[in-house]
């Protein structure tokens, strides 16, 4: 079913209209309408009165330019993005719940927004308007997902039976987390929140596709490997390990402990002791594929991966992998962030790396200096 979202932007319209267009190839999934902004108080009186011919809204970050009349907007996203929220709650003129979503061409948007911790909850997910551009399929999908979630859960008759989330699946502090929201008050965006950040956006009980590669020791980058040849295995014979919950057709994901037990179930032999080569031998073998292994990475060693690099989504094995800062939120139940030692090297040694592995990475950095100069 497609779902239609209004796109409130301060650029000039035909730019406007050229990424609504990029969003609305796929018609059985998605339509986006553009709109320049107005003052608030028509914006606002526009979105109440027409909240039954649209299911979710993208909007601009700062909304700073004059629109084609000369008007200047009197509010952010950020400002609209609350009184909706609150509207939504409190049932006041808003008789629904649906997805906000933010987006910016600002050179350092993420930067920023990350800082801004207090509007995080308003927003369901945020991209660059670059992302939008040149993976508008790969949005279309998750905008579809996320309409398509608010509408089942704003169903009254929907509970948290209904997630069919087993609890020998996931952590049962998360089980706890999300049951103590559907009793009390069941506030749509809050649940899609809570479900984005602990198990769809972050790896942990759930896994992506790079992680899933990673821990078979795939090379997900080898040019010379069939692209079909992983499809098969990660939609076909992973079939059975696949989440296909609430927000699932939006994001490919893997349960983690499902996938531990498909491999000893069918090989007899713990995963995390084989390197990328035996686990993708096996995998070949078993089912008969062509699948290419994963090598190390400049400065590593170790192809036992287990975890992907954050800046490059490469392969990294634990004992070879950096600590990434951590977030001062993060729940227990959601893997670390890593990186390679090569993306290491290159970072911003306080700003990036965690507190636990700054002396190992200047260690690691003189060592291999050291050697180059010495070849």
């Known amino acids: 079913m497609a779902y239609r979202f209004y796109y409130i932007d301060d650029d000039p319209l035909e730019n406007i209209k050229g990424i609504a267009r990029n969003l609305s190839v796929e018609k059985d999934l998605l339509e986006v309408v553009p709109f320049q902004h107005g003052l608030w108080t ?10 039954s011919e649209y299911s979710g809204l993208i909007l601009d970050w700062k909304l700073k330019n004059k629109n084609k009349d000369g008007v200047l907007a009197d509010f952010n996203a950020a400002a609209l993005a609350q009184q909706l929220r609150i509207l939504s709650v409190e049932k006041k003129g808003l008789q629904k719940d649906f997805p906000i979503v933010l987006c910016s061409a600002e050179a350092n948007f993420y930067s920023v927004y990350n800082k801004e911790k207090t509007i995080h ?6 991209y660059s308007k670059d992302h939008l551009s040149e993976r508008y399929h790969e949005v279309i999908k998750e905008l579809n997902s996320l309409a398509r979630a608010y509408i089942q859960l704003m169903d009254e008759s929907f509970n948290f039976e209904d997630l069919g989330y087993e609890s ?18 069941k506030i749509v965006h809050v649940i899609i929140k809570y479900l984005l950040n602990n198990i769809i956006l972050e790896n942990g009980l759930l896994i992506d596709e790079n992680i899933l590669a990673s821990r078979l020791g795939v090379d997900l980058f080898d040019k010379d490997m069939n692209p079909s040849i992983w499809e098969t295995l990660k939609f076909k014979i992973l079939d059975e390990i696949r989440y296909k919950g609430i927000l699932s057709e939006g994001w490919d994901r893997w349960y983690q402990s499902r996938l531990l037990k498909f491999w000893n179930e069918l090989f007899g032999i713990s995963l995390a002791s084989l390197n990328s080569k035996e686990r993708v031998q096996m995998l070949n073998d078993k089912f008969d594929l062509k699948l290419s292994f994963a090598k190390p990475l400049k400065y590593n060693v170790s192809s036992n991966f287990w975890y992907v690099c954050n800046y490059s989504k490469r392969p990294i094995a634990f004992e070879e992998a950096i600590l990434v800062k951590k ?49």
């Open 327 to 375: 977030s001062d939120n993060m729940m227990p139940w959601i893997d670390q962030r890593y990186l390679s030692y090569e993306e290491a090297f290159n970072c911003d040694l306080n700003r990036d790396i965690d507190l636990v592995d700054r002396e190992r990475v200047i260690f690691l950095k003189k060592r291999f200096s050291h050697e180059n100069s010495r070849n």
């Open 168 to 185: 020998d699946e996931f952590d049962p502090r998360f089980i706890e987390g999300i049951k103590i929201l559907f009793n009390d008050g």
């Open 42 to 51: 028509n914006v606002l009186s526009d979105l109440l009165e027409d909240q």
């Open 121 to 126: 909850d308003l927003f369901d997910i945020v």
